[in-house]
């Protein structure tokens, strides 16, 4: 059989598996890093992924690559290829305010029957509005914007500017795919297109999708969106080292969580939920969503489905923070937390460290509540950091619910879902059964899905490892706790 890649390009670093067609096993990886910080120049993306593929050691007999990325991000190219600014990332929350400027001209109700999502700061909707009021310079140099993982598939295709691409800065060929396109705040899962009034609304220009008519001198360029199963290019041999002559297909490419859904199989009924630098809480449906909350957005998945997905921006960082603080390795963290009850002796932390996004509270800070001089103790702390990482995601659950989404199974992912305290009280706290994936690189993996997809026509169905399928329990005290402190916060916010 066939071996393919898949590319994860993420906020903290780039990862690539090389996976057999076959039998879905990982034959190689490799990694590089990301520079720390909520902006960041596309080209240590481009390096990362160079430095990735080798250290998974080339792409030798691989036939076909796509490419997973991080969600939102705001990479603008003039009209020459060039990068205007560095791209804002989307757990960048300067453009908050712009977000609520939208959210009052055009109405949530309004914004979410026509993409699917209430704008926060992390669409990439905000960060155009908020170019457009605080850098009108390089807003009236933008020719074209771009994803994260669009701006890799053109480069890796071979194109760019002057000395970079060898094929030129043709914004033409810029394509992406409907996940990430949903992510923008201008693209609508509905109806599968580009709405152009609100990227109008947010720029102040007008724009057109690559590829169709009216080259008209003003309008900025949107990426093309591909079907999920479409080669849409094949890697340029002068840019990508052991591809030589051969022809290695591209896929569409997608984002980060739709790519996960990908590699993890999950199918209708299936929540994941992903404990990483932010955590997300995503079902794959049948329909597409609508919250004029804001709490849920109506995303597109990889498939041709829907992806309803809450997130929170405290995930793993809460735990890593209160670990830090009480001076303890992660395994005698764990040990900590499962020596305390559950609830924590009343004990609550609402871990707003970075502000919060779910609910919408960007100025927010974290918050330890039911202190008591008995109560005050190191395994308390320990456990009440895992319990409020978890209430915050469990909300994002009930969220999803709400939008019609049905919840047979929840997927629990990311590095601290192997930790066996967090396994522990996320089983007395989400109220369907629950399972651990082996740990994997299921972003990449699900960009690796994508690839062999492209290159035959037919989407393939690798088996699951499961590490633990840890027994119901839930004990309704933790999420009380953890609403009566939230009701504080808010009250004070």
Same mark, same amino acid.
């Given at each position: 059989?066939?071996?393919?890649?898949?590319?994860?390009?993420?906020?903290?670093?780039?990862?690539?598996?090389?996976?057999?067609?076959?039998?879905?096993?990982?034959?190689?990886?490799?990694?590089?890093?990301?520079?720390? %910080?909520?902006?960041?120049?596309?080209?240590?993306?481009?390096?990362?992924?160079?430095?990735?593929?080798?250290?998974?050691?080339?792409?030798?007999?691989?036939?076909?690559?796509?490419?997973?990325?991080?969600?939102?991000?705001?990479?603008?190219?003039?009209?020459?290829?060039?990068?205007?600014?560095?791209?804002?990332?989307?757990?960048?929350?300067?453009?908050?305010?712009?977000?609520?400027?939208?959210?009052?001209?055009?109405?949530?109700?309004?914004?979410?029957?026509?993409? %699917?999502?209430?704008?926060?700061?992390?669409?990439?909707?905000?960060?155009?509005?908020?170019?457009?009021?605080?850098?009108?310079?390089?807003?009236?140099?933008?020719?074209?914007?771009?994803?994260?993982?669009?701006?890799?598939?053109?480069?890796?295709?071979?194109?760019?500017?002057?000395?970079?691409?060898?094929?030129?800065?043709?914004?033409?060929?810029?394509?992406?795919?409907?996940?990430?396109?949903?992510?923008?705040?201008?693209?609508?899962?509905?109806?599968?297109?580009?709405?152009?009034?609100?990227?109008?609304?947010?720029?102040?220009?007008?724009?057109?999708?690559?590829?169709?008519?009216?080259?008209?001198?003003?309008?900025?360029?949107?990426?093309?969106?591909?079907?999920?199963?479409?080669?849409?290019?094949?890697?340029?041999?002068?840019?990508?080292? %052991?591809?030589?002559?051969?022809?290695?297909?591209?896929?569409?490419?997608?984002?980060?969580?739709?790519?996960?859904?990908?590699?993890?199989?999950?199918?209708?009924?299936?929540?994941?939920?992903?404990?990483?630098?932010?955590?997300?809480?995503?079902?794959?449906?049948?329909?597409?969503?609508?919250?004029?909350?804001?709490?849920?957005?109506?995303?597109?998945?990889?498939?041709?489905?829907?992806?309803?997905?809450?997130?929170?921006?405290?995930?793993?960082?809460?735990?890593?923070?209160?670990?830090?603080?009480?001076?303890?390795?992660?395994?005698?963290?764990?040990?900590?937390?499962?020596?305390?009850?559950?609830?924590?002796?009343?004990?609550?932390?609402?871990?707003?460290?970075?502000?919060?996004?779910?609910?919408?509270?960007?100025?927010?800070?974290?918050?330890?509540?039911?202190?008591?001089?008995?109560?005050?103790?190191?395994?308390?702390?320990?456990?009440?950091?895992?319990?409020?990482?978890?209430?915050?995601?469990?909300?994002?659950?009930?969220?999803?619910?709400?939008?019609?989404?049905?919840?047979?199974?929840?997927?629990?992912? %990311?590095?601290?879902?192997?930790?066996?305290?967090?396994?522990?009280?996320?089983?007395?706290?989400?109220?369907?059964?629950?399972?651990?994936?082996?740990?994997?690189?299921?972003?990449?993996?699900?960009?690796?899905?994508?690839?062999?997809?492209?290159?035959?026509?037919?989407?393939?169905?690798?088996?699951?490892?499961?590490?633990?399928?840890?027994?119901?329990?839930?004990?309704?005290?933790?999420?009380?706790?953890?609403?009566?402190?939230?009701?504080?916060?808010?009250?004070?916010?």
């Amino acid at each position: 059989m066939a071996l393919v890649a898949g590319v994860d390009s993420s906020t903290q670093s780039c990862k690539v598996v090389v996976v057999d067609t076959g039998t879905g096993r990982t034959v190689r990886t490799g990694s590089a890093p990301h520079p720390v %910080g909520t902006e960041v120049d596309p080209s240590a993306w481009w390096d990362a992924v160079l430095a990735a593929l080798h250290d998974a050691g080339g792409l030798a007999e691989v036939a076909a690559l796509a490419v997973a990325g991080q969600q939102h991000g705001m990479v603008l190219l003039d009209s020459s290829g060039e990068v205007v600014r560095p791209a804002l990332l989307w757990n960048d929350t300067r453009s908050a305010a712009a977000a609520g400027d939208l959210v009052a001209e055009l109405g949530a109700a309004e914004l979410a029957r026509r993409c %699917g999502s209430v704008p926060v700061a992390s669409l990439t909707i905000t960060k155009l509005r908020w170019l457009r009021n605080n850098e009108p310079e390089n807003a009236a140099r933008v020719a074209a914007v771009a994803l994260p993982h669009d701006w890799l598939s053109w480069r890796l295709r071979g194109y760019g500017p002057a000395g970079q691409g060898p094929l030129g800065p043709d914004l033409e060929q810029l394509v992406t795919d409907r996940s990430d396109a949903s992510g923008t705040g201008y693209w609508s899962p509905g109806s599968g297109s580009y709405d152009l009034g609100l990227f109008e609304a947010a720029l102040g220009r007008p724009a057109r999708e690559a590829g169709t008519p009216g080259r008209t001198p003003g309008l900025a360029v949107l990426p093309r969106v591909a079907c999920p199963s479409e080669p849409v290019g094949t890697l340029h041999p002068d840019l990508v080292p %052991g591809v030589a002559a051969r022809q290695v297909k591209l896929g569409a490419g997608a984002g980060d969580n739709a790519a996960a859904a990908l590699g993890l199989g999950a199918d209708k009924g299936d929540v994941v939920v992903s404990i990483g630098t932010s955590g997300t809480v995503f079902a794959v449906a049948d329909a597409p969503a609508c919250d004029p909350s804001g709490t849920v957005a109506g995303f597109a998945d990889a498939s041709g489905g829907f992806l309803p997905i809450a997130v929170t921006l405290n995930a793993a960082r809460v735990i890593s923070s209160v670990s830090e603080l009480l001076g303890t390795t992660f395994a005698e963290f764990a040990e900590l937390a499962i020596a305390a009850q559950p609830g924590s002796a009343g004990v609550v932390l609402v871990p707003y460290f970075e502000g919060e996004r779910t609910p919408n509270l960007p100025d927010a800070t974290a918050s330890f509540h039911g202190l008591s001089i008995a109560s005050t103790t190191r395994e308390n702390f320990a456990r009440a950091a895992i319990e409020g990482m978890l209430c915050g995601l469990a909300d994002g659950l009930d969220a999803i619910a709400g939008t019609g989404a049905g919840i047979q199974r929840v997927l629990l992912i %990311g590095g601290a879902a192997q930790n066996p305290a967090v396994q522990a009280v996320a089983a007395q706290i989400f109220n369907a059964p629950l399972a651990i994936p082996a740990p994997g690189e299921y972003v990449a993996r699900g960009a690796a899905v994508q690839a062999a997809w492209a290159l035959d026509g037919t989407r393939p169905a690798w088996p699951l490892e499961t590490a633990a399928a840890p027994v119901r329990d839930v004990r309704a005290v933790i999420r009380e706790q953890y609403r009566a402190a939230q009701r504080q916060v808010a009250s004070h916010s």
